[in-house]
């Protein structure tokens, strides 16, 4: 009886201590230190026309080829249909775009992470990203290939931003004390950020490979830790009207929920004029979206845009 009782203490203790470290481990990981300057969370706009007319065209020309802009895209053999859709479509239009595979394939050239951990191909694609590409590019645009993006909006959403500021935007959520950008809807990281996130990723205390809780957390939740530790915080990204402009959903989604939501106002209550990117876009529908953005053109109408985009150097984009 003496044993069964010291053996359900022992047990009881094992349990206390088990919970104890839960506990402390989870604090340690949402708090993040006191000593860091941080700011709170908060919705970034895009610029207005007013604003963009206000300045001289000229200046408004080398704004906006000073927004340099490298695509990261995270591509799976799995998945070829969707690598193939963006290799066709979207990605044209980055001034470079990058994938990253878990593997090495032979139809399409990318990055191999050899790795189908999550959190450890972010890890090595942003980290290849910098130490081949920091002096050429000023923003770092992250995104599945089942997301669609419009490049040109990205842009025109920089306009007004300093990339030598450390910023972190696309759509982001709160979980307990962690805001973190949801990787579905993309991920953009100035060069300042990512120069922070390449400094702690070396850190295995504050950026562990592993991961730093005793549960697994998804990729875009290590992410927001990590930056965390380096005093960033997520922004969301908002039109003039507070519409988002990274969707974490189709447009399909989009506009039935609006539909049901506001039956008169379709168009209005859907989706912004300006969005930057649609999550979870069958291939063809890739497609479509391409000739929509960028080919249907109305006979005749002029676009009175504030400044162009010119695409990149010897680009075949459309």
């Excluded at 999550?279 to 002029?302: A, W």
Aim: overall charge negative; charged content about 25%.
């Amino acid at each position: 009886a003496k044993m069964i009782k010291e053996g359900s203490s022992f047990m009881k203790g094992m349990m206390l201590g088990g919970i104890f470290c839960l506990v402390f481990t989870l604090f340690s990981n949402t708090k993040l230190g006191g000593e860091l300057q941080r700011h709170e969370q908060h919705s970034l706009k895009a610029p207005s026309k007013e604003e963009l007319l206000k300045l001289p065209e000229a200046k408004r020309m080398e704004l906006s080829l000073t927004i340099r802009v490298l695509c990261l895209i995270m591509v799976t053999p799995k998945e070829i249909g969707y690598w193939a859709s963006v290799v066709q479509t979207w990605s044209k239009h980055c001034d470079k775009a990058v994938f990253y595979s878990p593997e090495t394939i032979k139809v399409f050239e990318s990055v191999s992470l050899a790795t189908e951990d999550k959190w450890i191909q972010t890890r090595k694609a942003f980290k290849h990203a910098y130490e081949n590409f920091k002096d050429e590019y000023n923003w770092f645009f992250l995104a599945e290939s089942t997301t669609f993006a419009i490049i040109e909006n990205l842009k025109f959403f920089l306009l007004n931003k300093d990339p030598e500021q450390p910023f972190y935007i696309g759509h982001s959520v709160k979980s307990g004390d962690l805001e973190y950008v949801e990787f579905s809807s993309g991920v953009v990281l100035s060069i300042e950020a990512l120069e922070r996130l390449h400094r702690v990723l070396d850190d295995p205390v504050k950026c562990p490979e592993k991961g730093s809780l005793l549960w697994k957390m998804s990729e875009e939740k290590e992410l927001a830790v990590c930056l965390k530790y380096t005093g960033i915080v997520a922004d969301n990204a908002e039109d003039n009207e507070g519409k988002e402009l990274f969707n974490s959903k189709n447009i399909n989604t989009l506009v039935v929920e609006a539909m049901s939501n506001h039956p008169s106002e379709v168009v209005e209550g859907c989706c912004s004029d300006v969005a930057i990117t649609f999550h979870g876009q069958s291939p063809n529908h890739m497609h479509v979206l391409m000739y929509g953005v960028y080919r249907l053109r109305p006979y005749g109408h002029i676009f009175n845009d504030a400044l162009i985009f010119m695409p990149p150097v010897d680009s075949d984009n459309d």
